[in-house]
């Protein structure tokens, strides 16, 4: 009996051991991905710096849209109430969607990179697509996705749409593309002959 105990636990323990390299070699296959941009690099600093200031902003902007949407409702709805609902809902969502345009103007002109908020739009897509993705698989029912759809255009895919036109445009205006290393200006003045 004693023997057939330590048969066991020496089989549980193997199988643990095996889990735990599965684990370690899906971990190693994650940091070769797109993951690994989120990682440090051995000095501290984020592998790619777009990526993560991008995110973090994104998700500055997902509080702000929130608060933009408790304004515009609360200032809004007084004045839209006898509209048709589609026009109603449409200037509410224009105006919270507006005022995420308004900082992410300020912002542009702040900012020295010229991709960031475009980027943090992207980033906002991206959860726009990741939620409606989810949806589907969790609300299962035709009606409850066209209802959740109904909702998700006004209070996402509208705004999120428009500040990624203002943002796209303002980086076709603004951005110009770093110079080549042989073309810097101050390399002429170091370099020794």
Known sequence: MDQNNNF?????DAERERAKKERKEKWAKREKSFW?????????KPK???LVYTFCLSLVFVLLLIG?????ILWLSPVTAGWPVFTGNLV??????GMGVLVALVLHRIFHDKRLMLGCYLWLAVYGIL????????LGDRDAFEAFLHFFTWFMAVPVLLGLVVTYLLYRKDYVPPKPEDEQPWKK?????
Not at 92 to 97: F, H, I, K, P, R
């Open 36 to 44: 690994k941009a989120f990682l440090f690099t051995e000095d501290g």
């Open 92 to 97: 509410q969502s224009l105006a919270a969607g």
């Open 68 to 72: 933009a949407f408790n304004l515009a």
């Open 189 to 193: 003045f170091t370099q020794r002959r």
């Open 8 to 12: 066991y636990r020496q089989i549980e």
């Open 48 to 50: 790619s710096g777009f």
């Open 131 to 138: 939620i409606c993705g989810s949806m589907v698989f969790m």
